[in-house]
């Protein structure tokens, strides 16, 4: 830790002080403090070690662990990096009230937020009881992860798990959910927009990668336009889907024999049951499997002009699935949000009007083939968003 007590009572950062006092004060063996338990704390450094405070073995302090000479270097240049800004930063605060300490505290006017630089994988409980104890004194949270959870399996795909799903539901912006990730030797933020699950352990997502020294706090939350790759990317994992094979136990095998019972088949699908739902409305079942039985069960007898009630389908949806489980209210808002922006159907209130345009279910997979990707690129045709960053900001965009 930084941050210590001194014999006269004074706070002390230890990186705002230079290696000559520093070493003084070690030959000299200055007594210092911790600030949250009191007990007696020392200062180790050296040519390999970020100088910091360490408690004496057998301490009972819950701030005891050593943090890591990565998780050192960040923090302090994190915590460097934010007080160019016009708010107050703090290193390492302690509230007692829930006895929690942030790695960087800020204020900007009312706002407070605690920053934290986590480098160590730990897991789901501990994560939301810590974002929700900054809630309960009024304090969001933003978490910057260390680049080594950073994992890039292709242009705009990325390596996830539950960890990284952890911070994506608990980001401050509900409906732009973000991921950031930050490389102390190499002094860049890369941040993560457009997320979109893909598989279990891939998602979709724009990266952009910020030099620390040129980017500004508000950057972090800029909502940026959606690449022009998407349509291609989202096309070559929906021709993954239709032509995977699996074993007898595997979720698309299961899918496939369900259909097959209805008169489908899986490969022949509309494009429609492979809708590209963002990360904050998904829910933990594949997007495919619960668009897919829509379309049987309500979708493909709909006929035109006919009329039904979004409560209705709501209830077709959890006939699949356990309602105290599962909460498809996102899911599904945004999923008719697609289908409305394709023509398919009218929202007006609570009731949805099936139009006239026609419902493709293909008969080959060279037909479903050509289909999405006539569909997707069509689809998702993106007006250019209003702000754009200057490119010269990054080192390397997507």
């Known amino acids: 830790m930084q941050r210590a007590v001194s014999k006269t009572g004074e706070s002390i950062l230890l990186f705002r002080h230079s290696q000559r006092e520093i070493a003084d004060w070690k030959e000299n063996k200055n007594t210092f403090y911790c600030p949250v338990c009191k007990e007696r704390v020392i200062i180790r450094s050296g040519e390999r070690v970020v100088p910091h405070f360490s408690h004496l073995p057998q301490t009972a302090c819950l701030f005891s662990g050593g943090e890591g000479a990565y998780h050192a270097r960040g923090k302090l240049q994190l915590f460097q990096w934010l007080t160019r800004f016009n708010m107050q930063a703090e290193l390492e605060v302690y509230f007692p009230e829930i006895s929690q300490r942030a790695d960087i505290f800020i204020c900007i006017g009312q706002k407070k937020i605690a920053v934290e630089f986590q480098c160590s994988r730990i897991p789901q409980e501990e994560i939301l009881s810590r974002i929700q104890g900054y809630k309960s004194i ?81 950057h972090l939350f800029q909502r940026e336009k959606n690449p022009g790759n998407f349509p291609k990317v989202w096309l070559k994992e929906v021709q993954r889907l239709r032509l995977k094979v699996e074993g007898a136990y595997g979720a698309v095998y299961q899918l496939r024999r369900w259909l097959y019972s209805k008169g489908y088949l899986f490969q022949h699908l509309p494009s429609i049951c492979f809708m590209p739902i963002p990360y904050y409305a998904a829910v933990p079942v594949p997007f495919y499997k619960w668009q897919t039985e829509l379309y049987v069960t309500w979708l493909a007898d709909f006929k035109a002009g006919e009329r039904t009630d979004i409560g209705r389908v709501k209830k077709i949806l959890y006939s699949f699935y356990d309602k105290d489980t599962f909460d498809f209210s996102d899911a599904l808002s945004y999923y008719l949000q697609l289908l409305h922006r394709a023509g398919l159907i009218d929202i007006q209130s609570s009731s949805i009007l099936r139009t006239k345009k026609e419902i493709i279910c293909y008969s080959s997979q060279e037909q479903a083939a050509q289909g999405d990707q006539s569909f997707f690129y069509s689809f998702f045709t993106e007006k250019k968003a209003k702000y754009e960053h200057d490119s010269s900001l990054f080192r390397y965009t997507k």
Not at 141 to 147: D, Q, T, V
Not at 155 to 173: C, E, G, M, V, W
Not at 174 to 185: A, G, H, I, S
């Open 138 to 218: 009024g304090i969001e949270s933003i978490w910057i992860l260390g680049a080594k959870y950073l994992k890039q399996k292709g242009a705009f795909t990325f390596q996830t798990n539950h960890f990284l799903d952890t911070f994506i539901h608990s980001s401050p912006q509900k409906n732009y959910p973000q991921l950031f990730f930050y490389d102390p030797f190499l002094s860049e933020m890369a941040v993560l927009h457009h997320l979109h699950p893909l598989q279990a352990s891939k998602l979709f997502a724009k990266q952009l990668i910020y030099p620390l020294h040129k980017l500004h706090f508000k």
